[in-house]
């Protein structure tokens, strides 16, 4: 039971233009989401985060929406650079519980 | 570099051995995650450690353990190794109270 699901495996942007990656969850207790950047060889980078009482949060070039009727979250990427080209992780929590369910990730390529 | 260190970095042994895995948390992190992630799958929460005790149990299987010890640093025991083990295993580690997790360079396993 994939209670966290990238249904994109790989994504492929121009430099410069929007990176959108999609994640959606099936589990209505979750309230805390994450995500992750991950290149190859090393471990997880913490990114960004939502909690559920809100619908965004900024940081930088990095915006994460969630819509939680559609149970759906997304990270947008702007601009997205070469540098960025990466394996993204979005992940759920249920605050309490600590224990993090992961999507299987999205391979986003930034072209020059 | 997260501060979180994993040892070894890889690891080769046989079916039916028994290996250890070995994960210190960033200054001051007194919780302690285990993840596996197998080929092109998402990270798979194992089991959370928080001040020396078991907080949080994923799907780890009962051939698994772990502990943390007073000097906070960690050990995933994995025993009656199977080909179907190989995989990454990731330690993170965090304060315990947030929810971001700062993750390891990872320990790659191969079982022969």
């Known amino acids: 039971d994939q209670q966290v699901k990238q249904n994109s495996p790989s994504l492929s942007v121009q430099e410069g233009r929007i990176s959108i990656l999609n994640c959606d969850y099936t589990n209505s207790m979750f309230d805390y989401f994450l995500w992750y950047k991950k290149y190859p060889a090393e471990g997880p980078t913490f990114l960004i985060s939502?909690?559920?009482?809100?619908d965004k949060n900024e940081d930088g070039r990095f915006t994460v929406f969630l819509n939680k009727s559609a149970k759906h979250l997304s990270l947008h990427i702007v601009p997205s650079q070469p540098g960025d080209s990466a394996v993204y992780f979005c992940a759920a929590d249920t605050s309490g519980t600590y224990k993090y369910i992961f999507g299987t990730g999205t391979r986003l390529k930034v072209l020059a | 570099d997260s501060g979180v260190t994993q040892t070894p970095k890889h690891l080769i042994t046989a079916t039916g051995q028994r290996v250890t895995l070995r994960c210190s948390p960033r200054?001051?992190?007194?919780?302690v995650y285990w993840y596996q992630q197998s080929l092109d799958q998402g990270l798979q929460f194992l089991i959370q450690y928080y001040n020396g005790e078991e907080r949080a149990k994923g799907n780890i299987l009962e051939r698994f353990s772990a502990q943390q010890f007073p000097d906070l640093h960690s050990e995933l025991n994995l025993s009656s190794l199977e080909l179907g083990d190989s995989a990454l295993y990731f330690c993170?580690?965090?304060?315990?109270?947030?929810?971001?997790?700062?993750f390891g360079p990872g320990t790659r396993l191969t079982v022969l």
């Open positions: 993170a580690s965090s304060t315990g109270t947030l929810h971001e997790q700062f």
């Open positions: 200054s001051g992190d007194l919780s």
């Open positions: 939502i909690s559920s009482i809100k």
